[in-house]
């Protein structure tokens, strides 16, 4: 891998080989990104002229600042992060969980995320417009939380603070962080009588990777209260996004209007690859049509 004269915009996406993690990938490359794709198995990734496999497991300190040490040698910037690295546990809730099985899901969702994110801060600062994207789940919303899968739950609460926080705290550096719940989808996680495709799984996240400077930062995003395992519902948007997303028309959002003319005029030409065409247009609208219920 040795990028450094490509002017294409870059993304890092975790957990990279398969389901919604490899569909990632392989959309954001479609839209005109060079895509690292990160997974503790690389010779899984199928790679092409836009796909780079990267070795990567963000449970461990060691290979987290060894992907983080070979993207800025070879590259020196990132554009975007999307955390999809994530495993399920169990069913059980607190009562009969093991809890060192609970602190390993909690190492790789929770803790996973904060160590990838806080690795990478630095060179998605560099371009003044960074996008974090965490893969979530509605399993992990207050607001509608339910019993078992207690390990789970936790980490996904915990990711969707971590998105919050991360979005006021880089806010000054154009860094727009938001979470998404990609719902029930049929990979080796949700098994094969979810209802979701991997393409629909994947279509929040590609949006939310490739938002514009006045995009909205801090937000949830997806289908309520879902995980794999929990019974069928109906998909809507959380709440607090849609409301968020009527209160934003235009992509303001939570950066107001006075933060959108200061970001049009620093934006980069790296920012939005091919951000006029029709297709990339109509996957937008249909993102924000999903997000509006």
Known sequence: MNERMDDR???????????????????????????????????RVEETESIVEIELDVSSDASVDAAQRRIESAIGRLDALVNNAGIFGGHESVAGYDLERAHEVLETNLFGAWRLSRASLPLLRRGGHGRIVNVSSGAGQLSDMNGGNAAYRVSKAGMNALTRILAEDERSHGILANSTCPGWVRTDMGGQGAPRSVEEGADTAVWLATLDDEGPTGGFSGTASRSPGDPPAGGRPAPSFRARRARTAGWVGRRGRGARRASRRRRSPRARPGGSSPQLRARREAACRALAG
């Not at 919604?20 to 503790?40: K, M, N, P, T």
């Open 9 to 43: 915009p870059v993304a890092l996406v975790s957990g990279a080989n398969r389901g919604i993690g490899r569909e990632i990938a392989r959309r954001l490359a479609e839209d005109g990104y060079l895509v690292l794709a990160g997974s503790r198995a690389p010779a």
